[in-house]
């Protein structure tokens, strides 16, 4: 008889204890995280061995094997969602990194009162928004401008923006896009002031990472003024038309096709707020359920969820440390890949993992 037949004769005849152990507590930290906000996500999973224990005092190396035996049981899953600049859960990405603005006379101008009412257009590349830092499959939901003087203008009346999304690679070089509309803001009768003017869409949008992006701003007042001076960018957006833009004393503006004038070269620097996908969580794939023989020191594997990185490991003789995701349960921090090597586990104990 070998060696292992020897040993299960032996732990046959001995008393059997249980170990318990809930899968892993993989708390997911979102790929483009810099701070942590806490929200729960139900995920199941908590296995349990009934590991035969030799009476002996002697502890079996972390080498040998014994019989176990594996049931779940329900756990929720403490989820890590996080992002840069958080505010109302908000990341806020900037395309365009100009430090001049326009004149109170001079074009494009999205707060300019220069003329009674201004339509503008605006092209943004799928590579200028994935290199501001934002993700595919992000949720779109404000956008805004950077006023470094309001000159003394006042009040744009029905001042509303819109986004388009688009394949083409110069959609306003010779007419406005008008097709693919995927967010607006409400009308406002909106004054703008000094620093970010950051608007929210009436319904968010997810940019799916490799459609390009047309803006639009419009207004029309029934007298002018001047126009604030909004941050742009003159160099460095590469070959095609960057703005577009109708100005006039006149009525019907938002709904005109007339070009007053484009730009090859400048386009204002614009602040998106978005959200990056929701992490989802993993599938615990090993020991499995009903398992015998696992060894003493499992690998504890899972299969990586959606929009994760890393994973947070607790495994604890305390169930409450591991439930709450006490430091004292935690065995591993920011655990890459998949897996996790565990210590030796003693015999006749119960553990708990996730």
Not at 63 to 76: C, P, V
Request: hydrophobic share 30%.
């Amino acid at each position: 008889m070998n060696n292992s037949a020897q040993k299960q004769t032996s732990l046959s005849n001995s008393r059997e204890g249980t170990v318990t152990q809930f899968n892993p507590s993989l708390a997911i930290k979102n790929r483009n995280s810099v701070s942590k906000n806490k929200s729960l996500n139900p995920t199941t999973m908590k296995k349990s061995y009934n590991l035969s224990g030799s009476s002996t005092p002697n502890r079996p190396s972390s080498s040998s094997r014994s019989t176990l035996f594996i049931k779940s049981m329900a756990l929720a899953l403490a989820l890590f969602v996080v992002g840069i600049g958080n505010v109302w859960g908000q990341t806020f990405s900037i395309v365009g990194n100009g430090t001049a603005s326009n004149a109170t006379t001079t074009y494009p101008a999205p707060f300019g009162q220069y003329y009674m009412g201004a339509r503008h257009q605006f092209f943004v590349t799928a590579a200028q928004l994935t290199a501001s830092g934002i993700t595919a499959n992000a949720s779109m939901s404000s956008i805004g401008f950077n006023v470094v003087t309001d000159n003394g203008a006042t009040s744009h009346t029905g001042f509303s923006i819109k986004v388009y999304t688009t394949t083409s690679t110069n959609p306003i070089g010779s007419a406005y896009v008008t097709t693919g509309l995927v967010a607006s803001t409400a009308v406002l009768n909106y004054n703008p002031t000094t620093g970010w003017n950051q608007i929210n869409f009436q319904t968010p949008f997810t940019w799916n990472g490799t459609s390009n992006l047309v803006v639009e701003t419009c207004f029309n007042n029934t007298a002018y003024t001047t126009n604030a001076s909004t941050q742009w960018t003159t160099s460095g957006l590469g070959t095609g038309t960057w703005s577009r833009w109708r100005n006039a004393d006149a009525t019907g503006i938002c709904s005109s096709t007339t070009i007053s004038g484009t730009s090859g070269t400048t386009r204002p620097n614009m602040r998106f707020g978005w959200t990056p996908p929701p992490a989802t969580c993993p599938t615990l794939t090993a020991p499995a359920n009903a398992a015998t023989g696992v060894s003493l020191a499992p690998t504890l594997t899972w299969t990586a969820g959606a929009n994760t990185s890393s994973y947070d490991v607790y495994l604890s003789t305390n169930q409450t440390d591991v439930t709450n995701q006490s430091a004292i349960a935690r065995v591993s921090t920011s655990q890459a890949g998949t897996s996790f090597n565990s210590t030796a586990l003693s015999p006749s104990t119960t553990y708990y993992w996730k």
